[in-house]
């Protein structure tokens, strides 16, 4: 899908354009591809987060280096053996295996470049420096705290079903996850119970059984983060209204967490102000609009948000004074191929996906004309 979408676009891209100059000089605006691409991406969507950046980079006319997640490096090399296949020319697209070294080697080298990344906002800063050090052009999509901020017209059961699957697909192994809940603070109980409901249905078990909701988080110390989190959220005062820092029903091996929710909470809390990356939401209160705004913009991050209410154009209001790269009304974002996605603030710079995540693998060459020598 993903891939059709990104032709689509490249059919009716601007890829050259003719302007009559202010000198009186025609001009001609071309688009030309950037060069070598090095495309780092992470372990969580390695398969949709290869192809927003592999298909875009090559439809802009570059070639490609890809580094996987060591976690996740069989999505990268099978997809090269069906490149192989499809009959592309030997190194337009490389695949190169291996941990942070190698990530490191591959960012910081000089026939690089665009780096396009997409990872932990600490491993991006490192990213950003590196590419600094030789003006390598680099976009970084990273991580995120968004906020859903619910407006008291919003259904209960409504918001808590589309919350869950903003927030805990993937065992909450998601960027843009909605892991900040604002709500009303005169109907705090009801949308808080009506998550409760939502997420005590939730099976916890076996990624390949069709019954389960939630598999294992992808390893060890991913687990032991997320339970230190849920942990230091009782510590902090907040309420623990499902979950827990335990071992879900029936399992006693594998990496899964119990969906945990927390209500009562203050943006002030480490559970709301830190990335956790695992299936646990936060309940913060507010009085009005206003708080809830200056609430969702009190973070360090800015990759997504939503507002849910049956009042759009209420919804867009406030979502246009939100300070982030995204936003969903009565949804989490779906990151669209033909809308731009990315962030603001420690979420990073640039764009993929859209007309916007072509135009980031070229470079915009001027040509000024006369018509007489």
């Not at 302007?19 to 398969?47: L, S, T, Y």
């Not at 580094?67 to 190194?91: N, V």
């Not at 995120?144 to 017209?153: F, P, T, Y």
């Not at 623990?240 to 927390?262: C, K, Q, S």
């Amino acid at each position: 899908m993903m891939i059709r979408a990104f032709c689509d676009l490249a059919e009716g891209h601007q890829w050259q354009q003719d302007r009559r100059g202010f000198f009186g000089a025609d001009v001609r605006v071309r688009k030309e591809p950037v060069g070598v691409v090095g495309a780092v991406v992470p372990w969580n969507m390695p398969q949709l987060l290869i192809i927003a950046k592999l298909v875009p980079a090559l439809l802009a006319g570059c070639a490609v280096v890809l580094k996987p997640a060591p976690e996740s490096p069989l999505d990268a090399l099978l997809l090269s053996e069906m490149i192989t296949e499809a009959g592309l020319p030997a190194g337009v697209v490389s695949v190169v295996v291996g941990g942070s070294k190698v990530g490191a080697a591959l960012v910081a080298h000089p026939g690089v470049d665009r780096v396009s990344f997409t990872g932990s906002t600490a491993a991006g800063r490192a990213v950003a420096m590196a590419c600094a050090a030789n003006l390598t052009k680099v976009s970084l999509e990273l991580g995120g705290k968004s906020a859903a901020i619910v407006l008291e017209d919003a259904s209960p059961e409504k918001v808590a079903a589309g919350v869950r699957s903003a927030s805990l697909s993937n065992s909450g192994q998601i960027c843009n996850a909605l892991t900040r809940v604002l709500v009303p603070q005169a109907r705090h109980d009801e949308y808080v119970d009506a998550l409760a409901a939502e997420m005590s249905n939730l099976r916890v078990g076996d990624p390949s059984d069709p019954d389960t909701h939630l598999g294992p988080l992808v390893s060890r110390r991913q687990q032991q983060r997320v339970h230190d989190y849920i942990q230091i959220g009782e510590h902090e005062g907040a309420q623990r209204i499902a979950g827990g820092a335990d071992m879900p029903d029936g399992l006693d091996t594998g990496w899964y967490v119990r969906p945990t929710l927390f209500a009562s909470a203050d943006n002030t809390m480490r559970i709301a102000r830190e990335e956790i990356f695992g299936p646990v939401i936060t309940v913060i209160p507010y009085r009005d609009d206003d708080e809830a705004i200056a609430i969702a913009n009190d973070s360090d991050y800015g990759l997504a948000g939503s507002v849910w209410s049956d009042d759009t154009e209420r919804a867009l209001a406030i979502a246009a004074r939100i300070r982030t790269g995204t936003v969903g009304i009565n949804q989490g974002y779906t990151m669209d191929p033909f809308a731009p996605f990315g962030g603001v603030k420690a979420s990073g710079y640039g764009r993929e996906l859209g007309p916007e995540g072509i135009d980031s693998y070229l470079d915009t060459k001027s040509i000024a004309i006369l018509s007489e020598a």
